[in-house]
C-alpha cells in the first residue's frame, strides 16, 4: 500500500483554469505538508496542516487554498493558473511527536500553458 | 533553522563508502541533523537523523562531530540505486515543523 498518495501524477491546463491536486495518507500521521518544487528543483514548502488546522503558510498567494477534510487527506485547490505555477507539487506527512520523519508522495507535476 | 551547506556534487564508485559531507556551523542545542534524498522525479525519502551521537540504520551510517558543527553520511556499499540529490537538513525536534530544503548534493554513482 502507497503510504502518500495524490493525484493526478501529471497535470496540463492552460492559464486561467481552476485545478486540484488531492494527497491522502495512510500512516494514521496528524500533521500534513504541501511542498512545491521548481524548475532549479528547490523543495519549499507551502503549507501545513495538524489535525486539520492550518499552521504553516508560507507566504502563498490566495489563489491556492489547502482544505483538508480529516486527518487522513490534504488537497490544494489552485485559481486563475499562471505560467509560475508549473512545477512539481509534493504533499507529505508526519506524525507531530518529536524527531520523526516525514514520508512524501510521488508528485504532481503541474504544466500551465 | 539554521543553514547547511554541502557540495553540489560527489562521485562515488559502485560498492565503495559514499562520505557526505554537511556543514551546519550554526545550529543550535535542540536542533537535529536530517538526511533526505531525493531519487530522480520521485518525492524525497527519509535517510536518517540525529541529535549528538553517531546514528546507524539499515541505509546508512551518521557521524556528527563533536561540537555539532559538521556531519557525514556514510552509504557503506553504495549502489547504482543510490544515485541520487542527499539534502542534510537541521530543524529543531516536533514533527510539526517545517523542513527547509537546500540545494543538496548530487551523487552519483558510478560501475
Known amino acids: 500500500d502507497t503510504a502518500v498518495s495524490q493525484t493526478p501524477k501529471y497535470l496540463v491546463t492552460q492559464m486561467g483554469n481552476d485545478k486540484s491536486i488531492k494527497c491522502e495518507q495512510n500512516?494514521?500521521?496528524?500533521?500534513m505538508y504541501w511542498y512545491k518544487q521548481d524548475s532549479k528543483k528547490f523543495l519549499k514548502i507551502m503549507f501545513s496542516?495538524?489535525?486539520?488546522?492550518?499552521?504553516i503558510n508560507e507566504t502563498v498567494p490566495n489563489r491556492f487554498s489547502p482544505k483538508s477534510p480529516d486527518k487522513a487527506h490534504l488537497n490544494l485547490h489552485i485559481n486563475s493558473l499562471e505560467l509560475g505555477d508549473s512545477a512539481v507539487y509534493f504533499c507529505?506527512?508526519?506524525?507531530?511527536?518529536?524527531?520523526?520523519?516525514?514520508?512524501f508522495g510521488q508528485g504532481t507535476r503541474l504544466t500551465v500553458v | 533553522d539554521a543553514k547547511t551547506t554541502q557540495p553540489p556534487s560527489m562521485d562515488c564508485a559502485e560498492g565503495r563508502a559514499a562520505n557526505l559531507p554537511c556543514n551546519h556551523s550554526t545550529i543550535s542545542g535542540n536542533e537535529y541533523v536530517y538526511w533526505y534524498r531525493q531519487i530522480h522525479s520521485q518525492g524525497p525519502q527519509y535517510i536518517i537523523h540525529g541529535l549528538k551521537n553517531n546514528e546507524t540504520n539499515e541505509m546508512a551510517s551518521l557521524i556528527i562531530t563533536e561540537d555539532r558543527k559538521s556531519s557525514t553520511l556514510i552509504l557503506p556499499h553504495a549502489t547504482l540505486r543510490d544515485t541520487a540529490v542527499y539534502y542534510c537538513?537541521?530543524?529543531?525536534?516536533?514533527?510539526?515543523?517545517?523542513?527547509?530544503f537546500g540545494q543538496g548534493t548530487r551523487l552519483t554513482i558510478n560501475p
Open positions: 537538513i537541521v530543524r529543531a525536534g516536533g514533527g510539526a515543523q517545517k523542513l527547509v
Open positions: 496542516y495538524n489535525n486539520k488546522e492550518l499552521i
Open positions: 500512516l494514521g500521521h496528524d500533521t
Open positions: 507529505a506527512s508526519s506524525q507531530g511527536h518529536p524527531n520523526t520523519e516525514a514520508f
